[in-house]
């Protein structure tokens, strides 16, 4: 028994440090909102009347009664399988175009204006062009999600391979590397925690481009369902969808967080 007193004890102080701070600070704003928004000239509902108008969606979070009538777990994968698609796109041609950016100097005089000026651009004011060019939502969506996410992982790239020390350098020309073996065992290796940082950024901006996105391309998604709640007058789905939101991101943001924390043995930026 002596043994498990320690253990117990570290889980304890765990639990104190890291998992009290939030509870207490989810309470006091949970008070403060329901406090502020159960006087009669509230405009918006309180936790209480939220948590009983909502019931059913908490409880039956894949009901299908056809159409788009989807319970909101259906929905939120919707718009998982959007983001994932335009993501993964997004990485692969982000830490291409970042690693020809960062090697060569003649790429990157050429290229960075045009990434600067394009990354500037709003997600949303791609959609118009990207409904015309596709002619369906769905790939349009994903084509929103692609390009919003695709400028963080670019730039962090190139600054991460441009950062490669210059002995790392040295030392590949000493054994004689070729191109891929230098790849694979100095370059990425060293840019890893700029890639991660980037890639964290761009998961995030994926999550937020989605939902404003679905909002006016419609269909299956927490974008629309937000949007159709607006519509319905139901603010209190609007609440409750909006927290699944802030969840579903911050869940995102913390697994690749972790994957980049792994493979970077705890170096990665940000």
């Known amino acids: 028994m002596g043994g498990w007193t320690p253990n117990l ?7 104190v440090q890291k998992l009290l701070p939030p509870v207490i600070i989810l309470a006091v704003l949970g008070a403060i909102w329901e406090i ?23 409880v039956n979070p894949f009901y299908d009664y056809g159409g788009n009538d989807k319970g909101m777990g259906w929905q939120i994968l919707a718009s998982l399988e959007r983001v994932a698609y335009g993501y993964l796109l997004a990485v692969v041609a982000g830490i291409s175009l970042g690693v020809l950016v960062g090697q060569s100097t003649w790429a990157m005089r050429g290229l960075d204006p045009v990434f600067q000026v394009l990354r500037t651009v709003p997600p949303l004011a791609w959609l118009p062009i ?3 060019g596709f002619q369906d939502s769905t790939p349009s969506a994903i084509f929103v999600i692609f390009i919003t996410a695709i400028w963080p992982i670019i730039i962090n790239t190139s600054v991460g391979v441009r950062n490669i020390p210059e002995d790392y350098r040295n030392v590949a020309r000493v054994i004689r590397l070729n191109g891929m073996e230098y790849f694979t ?19 995030g901006l994926s999550w937020l481009a989605i939902v404003a996105a679905e909002m006016l391309i ?3 998604g927490i974008g629309f369902f937000i949007w159709d709640a607006w519509n319905a007058s139901m603010i209190s789905d609007i609440v409750l969808a909006l927290i699944y939101v802030g969840i579903v991101g911050f869940i995102l943001d913390r697994m690749v967080g972790y994957i980049g924390n792994r493979v970077t043995r705890g170096t990665a930026q940000g």
């Open 130 to 132: 990207s409904l015309a």
């Open 218 to 220: 419609g269909g299956v």
């Open 36 to 58: 502020l928004c159960s006087s009669p000239g509230a405009t918006l509902p309180p936790p209480s009347q939220v948590l009983t108008d909502t019931w059913e969606l908490i």
């Open 9 to 15: 004890q570290g889980i304890r102080d765990t639990l």
């Open 185 to 203: 065992r100095i370059m990425l290796p060293a840019a890893a925690p700029y890639i991660f940082s980037g890639l964290r950024i761009g998961v």
